[in-house]
């Protein structure tokens, strides 16, 4: 039986499969790829042939563009397998974002699993994680430090509730990744009974629809209207606002009455990262493992070696060797870049009624 570091390489273009002949979420454009999930630092553009599950391929057509999301796209549905140039490949549930997988190579009795980004937490907009027993387990490490132990969500949703009640004068603002966080929050608000209309800004329409299109019901979505005269405000008193991370630094915010800014993130356990970026209420929900979840997940699939693609390797690799586990850090420079999403851009002027 081979080892799998005969046969899985790091290119220039990333994690490469010699005998498939194929890159796993490549960081620049290759002939083959097979892409974990949508978020921009894994899906990349203009790839030759692209295999991912459907939801996957659907997201990167609508972020992407049709014409860059691969030049062929082969669709393999969770718990299917597929054969390139010899190789097995099985994509299994990763429970980060809808359509996440992790890719399951196997080779002449070896076997290798590449989880992507993945979180253990129930999430009701995505297939939960599934422990897969390999020889090597390829894993990030976004969270792996002892500080990074994330409270339940469902608790999180709970607060940002509580804050409207106690501020019901104020609009909540909430910082959201546009793909999976957003989806998961409102999701968990629903679960919550919050059943009125939630408002985004216009950044976050498209993959919300998507969401639903690809039966994800996410309730009354409204766009955040604009105000009536020029230099209007104090609009959406008592209702949550979602926008991309960073909005409430642009002009846009003026529209709302005295938001409360809020961010979802796993970042928000750091409260100088909070407060740098003047969060009054930060929201600790995070689509990754925490580093609990990190060390239980590594136990869980067996595997005697693990390569950790980014994050925090050293930390990691640290921890699995006390063991008896082979740590190794792949040092994939460009993943990862989607957990800090850049400032939004202040959206175009709408007419009076019109949404964001």
């Known amino acids: 039986m081979p080892h799998p570091e005969s046969w899985m390489r790091v290119t220039p273009a990333g994690l490469y499969c010699e005998p498939g002949d194929f890159h796993v979420d490549p960081l620049r454009p290759v002939p083959r790829a097979v892409i974990t999930h949508g978020h921009s630092d894994h899906a990349r553009p203009d790839h030759g042939a692209v295999l991912a599950t459907p939801e996957t391929l659907a997201i990167m057509r609508a972020r992407l563009g049709e014409g860059r999301a691969g030049r062929s796209q082969q669709a393999l549905r969770l718990g299917q397998a597929a054969t390139l140039g010899g190789v097995t490949v099985r994509l299994e549930p990763a429970g980060h974002v809808l359509g996440s997988a992790q890719v399951v190579i196997e080779w002449r009795g070896s076997r290798v699993v590449v989880s992507g980004d993945y979180k253990r937490r ?25 500080v990074f132990r994330h409270p339940p969500a469902e608790a999180e949703a709970a607060r940002l509730l509580e804050s409207l009640r106690l501020f019901p004068d104020r609009a909540h603002l909430v910082g959201v990744y546009a793909l999976g966080k957003c989806q998961r929050l409102i999701a968990l608000l629903r679960e919550a009974g919050w059943d009125r209309p939630i408002h985004i800004h216009g950044g976050l329409q498209r993959l919300c629809d998507l969401y639903g299109e690809l039966g994800v019901p996410l309730g009354e979505l409204r766009p955040v209207p604009a105000p009536e005269k020029r ?11 979602l926008a991309p991370s960073g909005a409430e630094a642009t002009p846009w915010v003026r529209r709302l009455a005295d938001p409360v800014v809020c961010a979802a993130s796993g970042w928000m356990r750091v409260r100088q990262r909070a407060k740098a970026k003047g969060v009054e209420l930060p929201l600790i929900v995070s689509d990754h493992a925490d580093w609990d979840e990190l060390l239980a997940t590594c136990a869980e699939v067996e595997a005697p070696e693990v390569w950790v693609t980014h994050g925090r390797d050293d930390a990691l690799v640290h921890a699995l060797a006390g063991r ?19 400032a939004a851009p202040a959206p175009a002027p709408a007419p009076a009624g019109e949404g964001a």
């Open 231 to 241: 230099g209007g405000g104090g609009l959406l008193a008592g209702e949550i606002v």
């Open 122 to 146: 129930r999430d009701p907009t995505c297939a939960g994680f599934e422990p897969v027993p390999c020889d090597v387990f390829v894993t990030e490490a976004t969270f792996a430090l002892p």
């Open 324 to 342: 008896g586990v082979r740590g190794r850090a792949l040092h994939l420079v460009g993943l990862g870049e989607e957990d800090e999403e850049p």
